[in-house]
């Protein structure tokens, strides 16, 4: 057996009481407890940004294919699904789903209260699984092959305001000339906590749209594409928009709606700084604690000396040592954090306040890359700054060592 292992064994915390066990144990808990913060803070910012990217692309799709426009009119130029994009995107295996929608600006009108909004007109093609996580009441729109549905999703926002509930029916105006209604049944509400759906968004019937604005069956506002990796966006737009016809535009979702993503992005500063204070403390905390050990043992390492032990070989029984504590530490730490996740993940313990964190619990992702990049960065960078104490040993007379007291 390595004779600096089989040393650093007997002096780990569990041979040893008193005073050296303690320094052990403390030196443990701060590794430990660094490591399970560190993971816990990933968890939980990978979770907020998991969540909040879903909940945009459920609504929007990664990508926007329409028609060039001359301004920015809440409006769509009209496109076909004949056009070449549409009818080929099948054979792109990067492609995993797209599908069809269009807005219409109007007023809805309640009993007593008017709200300005946005119908997003969407048909049979719309993936209604993604989007049930954010309906919170009601059923989702029942469509027909032969005519419009006039059915309709409202935000629990919307609905507040105008004081309506699911089966209530209602009246929007829309903006057109001459000026046209529908009436309309509220057959769900649902529940994004972003202002910039709950806000102003309805769901409704492509084909309403389509009668209101005398397009034909084939004509839509635009596509909504969803990807099968959405890790992937930036390697995929160059080749989806080379796919195009000559008259449409791409449109990256991330880009409409900058404020998000910049927002989520700027998010990935602050925990990056928490890690390295992380590892900053965990390896001022080592250093600290191997210089007390090795005052704590300076008589053995002076005996050590004078048997004709190398200073290199004294000094790796520290180094091991300091190994040993910090493989514990990672071990309960990565235990602790792996526990609480779990526990959050199950069971939604920890809530949030919706309106100030756009959603109702601490989210949790489990992102397995970077748990292991954190452990091995801890382990390197603690086991690095190890060597800093451990070249004292080397200034360590055998004779003052010995009477060392």
Do not use: C
């Not at 390595?2 to 403390?26: E, M, P, Q, V």
């Not at 109007?106 to 946005?118: A, C, I, N, T």
């Amino acid at each position: 057996m390595n004779l600096s292992y089989f040393i650093a064994k007997r002096i780990s915390f569990k041979r040893t009481g008193g005073f050296t066990g303690t320094i052990h144990r403390i030196a443990v808990a701060s590794v430990a407890i660094g490591v399970a913060v560190s993971l816990i803070s990933f968890m939980i910012l990978g979770g907020f940004q998991q969540e909040i990217s879903d909940k945009v692309f459920s609504f929007t799709g990664h990508f926007q294919v329409m028609k060039f426009m001359s301004s920015n009119a809440f409006e769509e130029s009209p496109t076909s699904k004949n056009s070449d994009f549409y009818q080929n995107y099948p054979q792109n295996e990067s492609i995993k789903h797209v599908q069809v929608f269009a807005h219409k600006p109007g007023l809805l009108k309640g009993d007593d209260e008017v709200e300005g909004v946005l119908m997003k007109g969407i048909g049979p093609d719309f993936d209604s699984l993604s989007f049930q996580s954010s309906l919170v009441k009601g059923r989702f729109i029942q469509f027909s092959d032969s005519s419009a549905v006039n059915e309709v999703v409202l935000s629990t926002k919307i609905a507040n305001k105008l004081l309506l509930d699911v089966g209530d029916r209602v009246i929007m105006y829309f903006v057109q000339d001459p000026p046209r209604f529908r009436r309309l049944e509220i057959v769900g509400l649902y529940e994004t906590f972003l202002e910039n759906f709950d806000d102003k968004i309805i769901l409704g019937d492509i084909q309403t749209i389509r009668n209101l604005n005398g397009w034909t069956e084939d004509q839509v506002g635009g596509f909504e594409v969803f990807v099968q990796n959405p890790n992937e966006l930036d390697v995929i737009q160059r080749p989806l928009y080379d796919k195009l016809d000559y008259d449409l535009r791409l449109i990256d979702i991330k880009d409409k709606y900058l404020e998000i993503f910049d927002w989520l992005q700027l998010l990935n500063n602050n925990v990056y700084v928490f890690l390295s204070l992380i590892l900053f403390v965990a390896a001022f905390n080592m250093v600290s604690i191997l210089f007390i050990l090795i005052m704590e043992r300076t008589q053995m390492i002076g005996i050590l000396k004078a048997l004709g032990t190398k200073n290199k070989q004294i000094r790796k029984i520290f180094v091991w040592n300091g190994v040993r504590i910090i493989g514990r530490g990672l071990l309960i730490g990565n235990s602790l954090a792996l526990l609480l996740g779990f526990l959050q993940d199950k069971f939604k313990l920890m809530p949030l306040n919706p309106e100030n964190y756009y959603m109702s619990f601490v989210p949790v992702f489990w992102n397995w890359p970077v748990f292991i990049m954190i452990n091995i960065a801890v382990l390197v960078v603690t086991t690095l700054v190890l060597f800093i104490p451990a070249m004292l040993i080397s200034n360590i007379h055998p004779i003052k060592a010995i009477r060392f007291d």
